[in-house]
C-alpha cells in the first residue's frame, strides 16, 4: 500500500471509529466528541488545530451542535479557539449570504427596467446560525459566551451589524440577562453601528411584533427620529421591514416624532415608499392617514418612479386601490415613458392592472407602450383589460403581438385581440390616426408593412406573417388582397381552415379565378389540402363551401387518407354524415390499408356508435383488415372501446381474429389492461389461452405490460399459468423479467404458478429478477421471489439453492447494469447478504463485485459499504483495472461517503493510479470526474493528517475516540439494520 498517515493499526482503527461508523451526516471527530459533551477530546483536538468550523454534511459546525445541546463548556471552548457564532448552516448547493443577491423581479437581460430596492435590507438570517439555535431553545447562558467572545475590538462591519441585530433579538424578546452582557460590553440602548450609523432602534423597530419594545426604547430616551448614514429613518424601517402587522408600531412612531416626510439619501424615498416596497398594508394605510405624499417620486440615478409604479411591479392589489384611494395619479410616465400599467403586464399582475386601469389609467396615456409590452410577453388576459378600457391598436401594437423575444406560445389569440379591436379601412379617421402615428416611426415600421402581400412574401414571411394576415383578412383589414398569387391565395385558405376564419375564406373565393393550383395546394407534414385541414377541425361548413368551389373530397395526402378519414378519426358525426351522403366511399384505403371504420373506432369519439352505423350502413366492412392484419376490433380493444367492441361483434365481427403477429383483440387488449373489453371479448368466446407467432398468450401480454387488472381478469377467467411462449418463459418469468407488475400481481402469479426451483442458472427466477435491469421495481420484485422461494422451500433449502447461484449472479448484475438502468443493482444486495456463498474464496469474489455495485450504481450508501466491507476486510485492498483502487474508484463517482469509509478501513488518500498515462491521487481524481467532490475531500484529508498526527504523540487519545463514537459501534461486527429480506418461520427441508 502507498504512504498512509497512520503509523500502525491502532491508529487506523481510531480513524475508523471516527469517520466510519454508520457516521451518515459526515460528522467529523470534533462533531462527534461534541455529541458526546467530551470537554477533554475537543480541547485536544482543538490544540492540535484540528479545524473549528469544519462543517459535517447537513452543513453544521461544531457549535451549531453545542447551541442545539446547550452546551456552555464546550461553546465557550469553541468560540475560544475562534468558531464563528453566526456561521450559517447550508445546505449543499446553497449561496452564502455575501454569495450573490436577488433583484425583485426577473429581469430579461438587456432590459434597464430595474425597480431600485431600498436600502434597507433585513439582517434576518435565512440560514440557522449558532446564536439562532441558542436563542430560539433559550439557552441563555451559552447565549452570554457566545456576547463576550464575539466583540472584538477590530470587528468589522458585518460582524457589528449581526451583533446589533442580536441585541435588538434579545431586547424584543425580553432576555434581561444577556442584554445585561451587552452592558457589560460597553453596549447600551444608543448603541449606533460604526460604519452606517444604524442605530439599535432601527434593529429594533425591525423586530418588534408590537408597540411594547418601541415603548420601551422611547422611555428611554430614544430618538425616532434617528438616522443612519444613508438617511433612512427608524420609521423607515419600521414601514419596509416591519414585523407588526397591524400598524401601530408605525403609528406610535408618528406620535413620537418621526417624521413622515423625511427621505433617505439614496434614492429619495419617504416612510411611504418603504412600505409601499415592502408590501406592509396596514402600514402604507397608517402613513397615508398621517399625509404621506401619495404622488412621491423617487428618482435614484436616471430612474423616476412613482409609489404606484412600485406597488404595480410587486401587484399587491390591496395598496395599489389603497394608494389610488388617497388620491395617487395612475396617468405619470416613469424615466422609459411608461405608466404604472407596464410593471403589472411585465411581471403578470392581472388584478393590478385591472385595479390601475378601473382607476383612472388611460391605456394610450404612454402611447402604448405598456401594451405592446404585454403583447410582447404574452400577457393575453392584460392585453384583454387594455382594449376593454379603449387602448389604440397602431402598427407598433400589431408587431408587438408578433414579438416572440420573450413568449414562445402561439401568437395567434393576440393577433385576432388586435385585430377586432382595430379600425377598419372603411371607418372614419382610420387613415389618418394611422399616418399619425408616432410610434410606427419610433420602431422603423411602415404601414405598407402589414399589407397582405407583403406579410405572405414567401421570401422573409415567417408562419407567424402568414397568420397575421389571415387574421387581418378574417377581421376586414386585408389590405392588397387583389395582389396575391395564387400559391399565397392557398396558403392563406388552409391557415384560414385551420383556425376556422370563415370570413377569410369567403374574402379570398370572392376573387374568383380558384384555379386547380390553389385547390390542390397541400401543407406539411401531411401535405393536407384547405378541405382535408376543415375535415380534421371539423368545420362541416367551411368542408361545404370548399367542395362546392371545386375542392376534392377523395385527394389524398401524403399517407393516402382521404378528408372522410380525417374526419372520422376525429369523431366529427355530423361532417361524416354528410361528406358520406356526397359520396364519399366508406371502403377507402390508405397506405396502411386503414378503413374509414377504423379511424372511426381509433379516435376520440370511438365509442360512438352513430358514426360507425353511418359508415356501416355506406358499406364499410367490420371484417377488414389493415396491412398487419388488424380489424376495427383490434383498434376497439387497445383504445378499451368497450361500446364499439360490443358493436362491431354484434354486426360479424371476428373474435379469434389475428393480426400478422397472430395477436387476437384479446392479446390486444391485455397488452392495453383494457379490462372491459376483455370481458366482452370473453363472453363471446375469444380463446383465453390463444398463442401469438411468439407463443405469449394474453396472459403473457398482460404480465409483460404490468398490466394490473386484466392479469387478475384472465386469471380469475381461467387462464393457464403454466404456458410457456417461444423463450420458454411462463406469464410468471415475464413479469419478473419485465418488472411491470406490482409485488401483489408476481404473488398472485406465484399462487398459481408451478415454479421449477431447481432449474438450471439460465432459467431460475431468481437470476431473472436480479437480472431485470429495466424494471423500477427491481429490488421489491426480487424480494417478492425470495419469500416465495422461502415459502415453497423452507429457509434451509432457500438459503442453498440462492448460495448456488451466487456466484456468477452477482458478476452479472454488475455487466448488465447501464446507465438506461430504471432499478439499481445495489437495491438488491442487502437482500442478497443472508445467501452469501460459505466457500471464503467464492464469497470473496461476490463481496468484491457487490461493493463495485454499490459504488458505480447505489448512490453515496456508507452504512452498505461498510456493512460490505466487515464482512470480508480483504476486499479493502483489492485492485483492479491495473491500479484502480476503491478510494479512487469513488472520487469518480463522487462518492465522498463511501470514501470515508474505505479511508476507514486503512486506505490511503495519497495512492496513485495512472489514467492516461498519468498519476492520479484520489484528490486528482475527484478534480477530474468529480469537482464538487474537491472542497470536502480536501477538508476530510486535512483532518486525517491532524487525527493521525495526534494519534501517534499522545497514546492516551484512544479512549477519548472510543468514548466519542459509542463503544456499541467499536467492534468489528455486522450490524444489520435495515435488512429488508426475513426469514417467515423455521427452516424446513
Request: aromatic share 6%; with cysteine; charged share 25%.
Amino acid at each position: 500500500m502507498a504512504s498512509t498517515p497512520w503509523s500502525n493499526r491502532e491508529d487506523a482503527e481510531a480513524f475508523l471509529q471516527a469517520y466510519a461508523c454508520d457516521n451518515a451526516s459526515g460528522d467529523s471527530i470534533l462533531h462527534l466528541a461534541v455529541w458526546r459533551d467530551d470537554l477533554d477530546l475537543s480541547r485536544r483536538l482543538l490544540e492540535n488545530d484540528f479545524p473549528v468550523d469544519q462543517k459535517n454534511d447537513l452543513g453544521q459546525t461544531p457549535l451549531h451542535l453545542a447551541a442545539n445541546l446547550g452546551l456552555v463548556g464546550i461553546g465557550q471552548l469553541l468560540v475560544t479557539h475562534g468558531a464563528d457564532v453566526f456561521e450559517q448552516q447550508y445546505l449543499p448547493g446553497s449561496v452564502p449570504r455575501d454569495g450573490s443577491s436577488v433583484s425583485d423581479a426577473e429581469v430579461e437581460p438587456g432590459d434597464n427596467d430595474v425597480t431600485p430596492g431600498s436600502q434597507l435590507v433585513s439582517l434576518k438570517q435565512k440560514h440557522t446560525s449558532p446564536f439562532d439555535i441558542a436563542f430560539d431553545r433559550g439557552h441563555d447562558s451559552l447565549l452570554k459566551v457566545f456576547v463576550r467572545h464575539s466583540l472584538p475590538i477590530d470587528m468589522d462591519a458585518s460582524r457589528e451589524s449581526d451583533m446589533l441585530f442580536s441585541m435588538a433579538k434579545a431586547f424584543v424578546a425580553d432576555r434581561k440577562g444577556v442584554i445585561e452582557v451587552f452592558h457589560d460590553i460597553g453596549w447600551d440602548l444608543s448603541r449606533q453601528h460604526s460604519l452606517n450609523r444604524r442605530s439599535l432602534f432601527h434593529y429594533v423597530a425591525e423586530l418588534a411584533e408590537d408597540v411594547g419594545p418601541v415603548e420601551l426604547l422611547l422611555n428611554s430616551g430614544a430618538d425616532a427620529r434617528a438616522k443612519d448614514l444613508g438617511g433612512a429613518t427608524v420609521l423607515h424601517v419600521a414601514a419596509q421591514l416591519g414585523r407588526c402587522n397591524d400598524g401601530s408600531v408605525v403609528r406610535r412612531l408618528i406620535t413620537a416624532g418621526a417624521q413622515v416626510a423625511a427621505k433617505d439619501r439614496i434614492f429619495g424615498g419617504t416612510p411611504l415608499t418603504a412600505a409601499v416596497q415592502g408590501g406592509k398594508i396596514a402600514n402604507v394605510r397608517a402613513l397615508l392617514e398621517a399625509g404621506s405624499e401619495v404622488n412621491h417620486i423617487i428618482k435614484p440615478n436616471n430612474m423616476r418612479r412613482t409609489l404606484l409604479h412600485l406597488a404595480a411591479q410587486d401587484g399587491i392589489p390591496d395598496i395599489i386601490q389603497l394608494l389610488l384611494n388617497f388620491g395617487a395619479n395612475p396617468n405619470v410616465l416613469d424615466e422609459m415613458g411608461a405608466s404604472p400599467a407596464r410593471w403589472a403586464a411585465r411581471n403578470n399582475h392581472v388584478e393590478a392592472a385591472r385595479i390601475l386601469l378601473e382607476g383612472g389609467l388611460d391605456p394610450n396615456f404612454d402611447k402604448g407602450h405598456s401594451l405592446r409590452l404585454a403583447l410582447s410577453f404574452g400577457r393575453l388576459r392584460i392585453a384583454k383589460l387594455f382594449f376593454r378600457h379603449g387602448a389604440k391598436v397602431d402598427h407598433s401594437i400589431i408587431y408587438a403581438a408578433k414579438d416572440r423575444s420573450h413568449y414562445r406560445g402561439s401568437r395567434l389569440p393576440f393577433f385576432e385581440l388586435c385585430a377586432e379591436n382595430m379600425k377598419r379601412e372603411d371607418e372614419p379617421g382610420s387613415d389618418e390616426e394611422i399616418a399619425n402615428s408616432d410610434d410606427d416611426t419610433e420602431v422603423g415600421i411602415k404601414p405598407a408593412a402589414l399589407t397582405l402581400p407583403t406579410l405572405m412574401n414567401g421570401r422573409v414571411g415567417s408562419s407567424d406573417d402568414f397568420r397575421l394576415a389571415a387574421v387581418l383578412l378574417e377581421y376586414g383589414h386585408g389590405k392588397g388582397l387583389g395582389e396575391l398569387e395564387e400559391v399565397a391565395r392557398a396558403l392563406l385558405m388552409c391557415i384560414c381552415a385551420e383556425h376556422g376564419l370563415a370570413n377569410g375564406v369567403s374574402s379570398l373565393l370572392e376573387l374568383g379565378n380558384i384555379t386547380n393550383v390553389i385547390r390542390r395546394y397541400s401543407v406539411r407534414p401531411f401535405r393536407w389540402t384547405a378541405l382535408h385541414i376543415a375535415a380534421f377541425f371539423g368545420n362541416t361548413a367551411l368542408v361545404e363551401v370548399f367542395h362546392a368551389n371545386g375542392w376534392s373530397l377523395s385527394q389524398e395526402d401524403s399517407m393516402g387518407r382521404s378528408a372522410l378519414d380525417l374526419a372520422a378519426s376525429k369523431g366529427h358525426v355530423e361532417l361524416g354524415q354528410k361528406m358520406l351522403a356526397v359520396s364519399c366511399t366508406a371502403e377507402h384505403r390508405d397506405q396502411d390499408g386503414h378503413t374509414p371504420l377504423h379511424f372511426a373506432v381509433s379516435g376520440p369519439g370511438g365509442d360512438n356508435i352513430q358514426l360507425l352505423e353511418s359508415l356501416q350502413a355506406a358499406g364499410s366492412e367490420v371484417t377488414k383488415v389493415n396491412v398487419v392484419g388488424e380489424t376495427a376490433l383490434h383498434r376497439a380493444a387497445q383504445l378499451n372501446h368497450s361500446t364499439a367492441a360490443a358493436w362491431l361483434l354484434e354486426k360479424g365481427a371476428n373474435v379469434g381474429a389475428a393480426d400478422r403477429s397472430l395477436n387476437t383483440p384479446l392479446h390486444v387488449a391485455a397488452c392495453y389492461n383494457a379490462v372491459n373489453v376483455i370481458e366482452i371479448l370473453l363472453s363471446c368466446g375469444a380463446d383465453i389461452d390463444r398463442a401469438a407467432v411468439d407463443g405469449r398468450t394474453p396472459l403473457h401480454c398482460a404480465s409483460q405490460a404490468g398490466a394490473r387488472d386484466a392479469v387478475n381478469t384472465l386469471l380469475d377467467a381461467g387462464a393457464n399459468p403454466n404456458k410457456t411462449d417461444s423463450q420458454g418463459r411462463t406469464a410468471l418469468t415475464t413479469a419478473i423479467f419485465f418488472g411491470a407488475c406490482e409485488p401483489s400481481i408476481v404473488d398472485a402469479l406465484f399462487a398459481r404458478t408451478t415454479v421449477d426451483w431447481m432449474a438450471q442458472r439460465a432459467a431460475h427466477p431468481v437470476v431473472t429478477a436480479a437480472l431485470a435491469a429495466k424494471s423500477e421495481s427491481r429490488a421489491a420484485i426480487i424480494a417478492t421471489v425470495l419469500n416465495a422461494l422461502q415459502r415453497a422451500k423452507g429457509g434451509k433449502k432457500a438459503r442453498r439453492i440462492v448460495q448456488r447461484l451466487m456466484p456468477e449472479l452477482v458478476p452479472e448484475m454488475l455487466a448488465s447494469a447501464d446507465d438506461s438502468d430504471r432499478g439499481s443493482p445495489a437495491d438488491m444486495i442487502p437482500l442478497l447478504l443472508d445467501f452469501l456463498p460459505e466457500n471464503e474464496r467464492t464469497r470473496h469474489v461476490v463481496l468484491f463485485h457487490m461493493l463495485l455495485a454499490v459504488i458505480k450504481h447505489g448512490g453515496d450508501d456508507g452504512h452498505l459499504t461498510r456493512r460490505l466491507l466487515l464482512l470480508d476486510e480483504g476486499n479493502v485492498t483489492q485492485a483492479f483495472r491495473g491500479s484502480w483502487g476503491l478510494q479512487h474508484l469513488c472520487c469518480k463517482y463522487n462518492r465522498l461517503k463511501q470514501l470515508r469509509v474505505f479511508l476507514g478501513f486503512g486506505l490511503s488518500p495519497y495512492s496513485r493510479v495512472d489514467i492516461d498515462g498519468v498519476p492520479h491521487q484520489p484528490l486528482d481524481v475527484a478534480k477530474r470526474f468529480s469537482p464538487k467532490m474537491v472542497g470536502p475531500l480536501e477538508r476530510l484529508i486535512e483532518s486525517m493528517s491532524i487525527l493521525g498526527h495526534l494519534c501517534r504523540h499522545d497514546r492516551t487519545i484512544f479512549p477519548l475516540l472510543r468514548n466519542a463514537v459509542g463503544t456499541e459501534h467499536f467492534e468489528r461486527e455486522i450490524i444489520d439494520l435495515s435488512a429488508a429480506f426475513k426469514w417467515d418461520g423455521e427452516d424446513s427441508d
